[in-house]
């Protein structure tokens, strides 16, 4: 992202080596990591020590009577801070109530890290929206080609080209080894970065702007 004043992180996660690959993913974001904790209360000192850019927290680390303190703790030390939100599934009810707490982005612990970095660094563009799609917002203007390939994922992508050659959930599922409600999330996900309503409009802008030609469906 290379800013001209460096970002700054805090990361909060339920084990030692999770927060060992998070730091790993940051430091290549250049954000600079001001805070690790595996302890709400020390993520929360934190937040209001540093008030940094990022907060990157793990679902299970999270959740309390309402299931926001801690996103709301690190937007009131920073009302522009990125708050990043991994869970063990992709589940999208999980991710409806991150979003809904303050969440700028939900992703599945599995996640490749190219994926998450490349969620991280759109999060800081104004061009690409990350929130719920239930959340109130100024109209946007449908993407380009090259900007709405680059909002998605390595995932994302490859699931939309199955589903554009005509293959069903099950099947991408199957062949991709994941659950149909994983597959449901990630074609939601391109749906909007691509700034089209259903599965017909995607697969039809997905050939029309060549996102299949370099990789067809097994």
Same mark, same amino acid.
């Given at each position: 992202? !290379?800013?001209?004043?460096?970002?700054?992180?805090?990361?909060?996660?339920?084990?030692?080596?999770?927060?060992?690959?998070? @730091?790993?993913?940051?430091?290549?974001?250049?954000?600079?990591?001001?805070?690790?904790?595996?302890? @709400?209360?020390?993520?929360?000192?934190?937040?209001?020590?540093? /008030? #940094?850019?990022?907060?990157?927290?793990?679902?299970?680390?999270?959740?309390?009577?309402?299931?926001?303190?801690?996103?709301? =703790? /690190?937007?009131?030390?920073? #009302?522009?801070?990125?708050?990043?939100?991994?869970?063990? !599934?992709?589940?999208? /009810?999980?991710?409806?109530?991150?979003?809904?707490?303050?969440?700028?982005?939900?992703?599945?612990?599995?996640?490749?890290?190219?994926?998450?970095?490349?969620?991280?660094?759109?999060?800081?563009?104004?061009?690409?929206?990350?929130?719920?799609?239930?959340?109130?917002?100024?109209?946007?203007?449908?993407?380009?080609?090259?900007?709405?390939?680059? /909002?998605?994922?390595?995932?994302?992508?490859?699931?939309?080209?199955?589903?554009?050659?005509?293959?069903?959930?099950?099947?991408?599922?199957?062949?991709?080894?994941?659950?149909?409600?994983?597959?449901?999330?990630?074609?939601?996900?391109?749906?909007?970065?691509?700034?089209?309503? !259903?599965?017909?409009?995607?697969?039809?802008?997905? @050939? =029309?702007?060549?996102?299949?030609?370099?990789? #067809?469906?097994?």
């Amino acid at each position: 992202m !290379n800013p001209s004043i460096a970002r700054t992180a805090v990361i909060f996660a339920q084990y030692p080596l999770w927060l060992d690959a998070l @730091q790993i993913v940051l430091d290549r974001l250049d954000l600079v990591v001001v805070g690790r904790a595996y302890r @709400q209360q020390d993520a929360i000192r934190m937040l209001e020590e540093h /008030a #940094p850019d990022v907060l990157v927290a793990d679902l299970g680390t999270i959740r309390d009577d309402d299931g926001s303190e801690l996103l709301v =703790r /690190a937007r009131a030390a920073n #009302p522009e801070v990125k708050c990043v939100v991994l869970s063990e !599934n992709a589940d999208p /009810a999980e991710a409806e109530r991150a979003f809904g707490a303050g969440a700028a982005i939900f992703c599945a612990r599995r996640t490749h890290p190219e994926d998450l970095a490349a969620a991280i660094r759109q999060a800081f563009d104004r061009s690409i929206y990350f929130a719920s799609p239930r959340w109130p917002g100024p109209a946007t203007p449908a993407p380009s080609a090259a900007t709405a390939e680059a /909002a998605l994922t390595r995932r994302e992508l490859e699931i939309l080209r199955h589903a554009a050659q005509g293959a069903s959930n099950a099947d991408i599922a199957k062949r991709l080894w994941v659950t149909e409600q994983t597959v449901k999330f990630h074609l939601s996900n391109s749906y909007r970065k691509l700034g089209v309503s !259903n599965r017909t409009e995607a697969g039809l802008w997905a @050939q =029309r702007n060549g996102l299949l030609s370099d990789q #067809p469906a097994a």
